[in-house]
């Protein structure tokens, strides 16, 4: 059974920085992608970053790119995100996913963590 574990929200002031992690308990973590969601009051969950098996590559959604970096730790089984410049608007709760990705873009399993809840306020 895999379990992902999420960590590192909170409450931060627009222009702060926060560092999100997943640690999954799988002894298989490197034969998958992995990716953060978020899914915001009222709104769909929504693909925020993906990164390859190897972290060799990585995506992310337009309103992110140049603030929010995806990187992950094979030795210890963990996906990273950082958040710098943070906005309202990137309030939300945020859910790590393993999965697949190819030329269609990143496909997610069923395979999610709690969430963690990032509120970004004055």
């Known amino acids: 059974q895999v379990q992902l574990v999420e960590s590192g929200g909170g409450l931060v002031q627009p222009g702060g920085s926060l560092r999100l992690s997943c640690a999954a308990s799988e002894r298989f973590f490197t034969f998958y992608a992995m990716a953060w969601y978020r899914q915001a009051p009222g709104k769909e969950r929504e693909l925020v970053a993906f990164?390859?098996?190897?972290?060799?590559?990585?995506n992310y959604e337009d309103s992110v790119k140049g603030r929010f970096t995806i990187s992950r730790d094979n030795a210890k089984n963990t996906v990273y995100l950082q958040m710098n410049s943070l906005k309202p608007e990137d309030t939300a709760v945020y859910y790590c996913n393993r999965g697949t990705y190819g030329s269609g873009g990143y496909s997610p399993s069923i395979h999610w963590g709690q969430g963690t809840q990032v509120t970004v306020s004055s």
């Open positions: 990164v390859s098996r190897t972290g060799g590559y990585t």
